[in-house]
């Protein structure tokens, strides 16, 4: 054949088509495939008994106080007396135990105790209120109000909502006879927001010291996300199925103290400066592959081109994490952060610093280890003024990627359709810290998520003003709990 211009023009032409046909067959085999499930009838619910259990709930004051985090006695047995008064079936059959005088840990003995178990938690604290919030609060934050279709105050949405409407289902359950086959444990902390480690910490500890091993876990985490994710008009449950690791690096610099008027080229804090600056300008590397799971299950509910984009990276890589990289919230999704968050030096504007210090916090990518971090921040650094060492008790590894192929996660999914019709569920990895990651050593389905609808308005409400739940999103989350609970101790695991 002759290399005439037409010629080349053709075979070009037809290159471009195949590689079209490539990218769209590509694009069209790209989503996971789920089943259509049917609606749930389920179990009846009364919506406004539920809601003023929760209102009761959220008059229990459960937030820590003093620079100790002391657990709030008075809140916390409250909520106990009040969670015994309101659920007696449940009470009545389940084992209670108290762990660290406050955290509640029940077992529901299954037909097959030896089985393994599955585990159903929540947190009793809540965050407290800033006095300086309280006027712009509609209503008391501890009134636990219902009004205009919503039930008030804090905890609402985190995450008495959890605590009080897995009681509902389980006393629900109990009422219509309901023996499960695995043993089902519902753990509910009293420290997870102060993160002191007395409540889930202690519970997984005890659980694993009794050889307890568990088919499945469930936390808060991900919810029903509505016009959150960019681009996608659909609302997607997600569910975190795996958690960032943790770490917090202090760097500090020695100097010689002495008077300003003769100062050496470089004072500690400028060492310390010129450190941290560099830390910024380069960040760990992306990777973008980690938000292929998430958008494989949006499937069709996500733009075209995001789709061809993710299905296709190896050609659209580049661009999708320059958009990635934009937005801090999906920036910290894709790669391993680096916070700059304190830092202290010098004692007068005429002083020499003795010392500078600052604390880096990072939040590790699951695959990025703490050594990794440590290694490519000596290497940044590039200076052996600069001293850096972990802080204690502030680090820990990213989790381990909980499955999603397995019957732990499908029966999750399934429940999901069925309570809120056939929406896509979408893992994803939660960019913060949940209490689940403590139970990680007893079983590997560990998921991350309450069955809540989220819109972008309500992300505000949580640990902020305004916090409040909707008296029908009670409803569907008795009736997810009420399908989930007998599903997972029934589940066949291979
Ligand atoms: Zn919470």
């Known amino acids: 054949m002759l290399l005439t211009p037409f010629n080349i023009l053709i075979v070009f032409v037809v290159l471009l088509l195949f590689l079209l046909a490539f990218l769209l067959v590509r694009t069209a085999t790209f989503a996971r495939p789920f089943d259509q499930v049917e609606a749930l009838e389920g179990l009846p619910v009364d919506m406004q008994v539920v809601a003023e259990h929760l209102s009761a709930a959220i008059r229990c004051e459960t937030y820590a106080t003093g620079p100790a985090d002391t657990p709030n006695r008075q809140g916390l047995l409250g909520l106990h007396r009040l969670l015994e008064e309101l659920y007696p079936r449940l009470h009545a059959t389940l084992k209670r135990e108290l762990i660290n005088e406050f955290s509640l840990l029940y077992t529901w003995e299954g037909a097959q105790p030896g ?9 009793q604290d809540v965050v407290p209120v800033e006095p300086a919030s309280l006027p712009d609060w509609t209503y008391p934050p501890f009134e636990g109000r219902i009004a205009d279709g919503f039930v008030w105050g804090r905890g609402a949405i985190d995450i008495k909502n959890q605590v009080v409407t897995l009681f509902e289902a389980v006393e629900g359950l109990l009422k219509a006879g309901f023996q499960p086959q695995r043993t089902i444990y519902l753990a509910f902390g009293h420290d997870e927001e102060t993160g002191r480690g007395g409540g889930a910490e202690a519970m997984a500890a005890l659980l694993q010291e009794r050889m307890v091993t568990l088919a499945a876990v469930l936390d808060e985490g991900g919810m029903i996300a509505n016009g959150i994710l960019a681009g996608v008009k659909e609302p997607v449950a997600m569910v975190g199925t795996g958690e960032k690791g943790y770490l917090t690096l202090e760097l500090s610099v020695k100097g010689q103290p002495g008077h300003t008027a003769r100062p050496p080229a470089h004072t500690a804090i400028g060492v310390l400066a010129g450190a941290l600056s560099r830390l910024e300008a380069s960040p760990l590397p992306a990777h973008v592959s980690a938000l292929r799971p998430l958008f ?28 990635l990289e934009a937005d801090p919230s999906t920036n910290a999704v894709v ?15 005429n002083i020499l610093p003795a010392q500078a210090s600052a604390m880096v916090n990072f939040r590790l990518l699951p695959g990025d280890s703490i050594a990794a971090v440590c290694d490519y921040v000596r290497q940044v650094i590039r200076d052996e003024r600069v001293h850096f060492e972990c802080v204690e008790d502030k680090a820990w590894e990213a989790s381990p990627t909980s499955p999603v192929d397995g019957p732990a996660f499908h029966c999750l999914e399934t429940t999901t359709r069925r309570v809120f019709g056939n929406i896509s569920v979408a893992p994803y990895l939660v960019a913060g810290a949940t209490d689940a990651r403590k139970y990680v050593p007893l079983g590997e389905n560990v998921y991350r998520f309450s069955p809540v609808v989220m819109e972008p308005a309500d992300l505000n409400r949580m640990h902020g003003t305004n916090e409040r739940i909707a008296v029908v999103a009670l409803e569907m989350m008795v009736k997810f709990y009420a399908d989930l609970l007998p599903a997972w101790s029934e589940m066949q695991v291979a």
């Open 335 to 349: 790669r391993t952060t680096a916070a700059i968050s304190m830092i202290q030096a010098g004692l007068r504007d």
């Open 115 to 123: 089985l393994p178990a599955v585990l159903f938690m929540a947190h």
């Open 296 to 323: 494989r299950s949006v499937g069709g509910s996500a733009p075209f081109f995001t789709q061809m984009a993710f299905a296709n990276l190896w050609l659209f890589g580049g661009t999708v994490k320059r958009r």
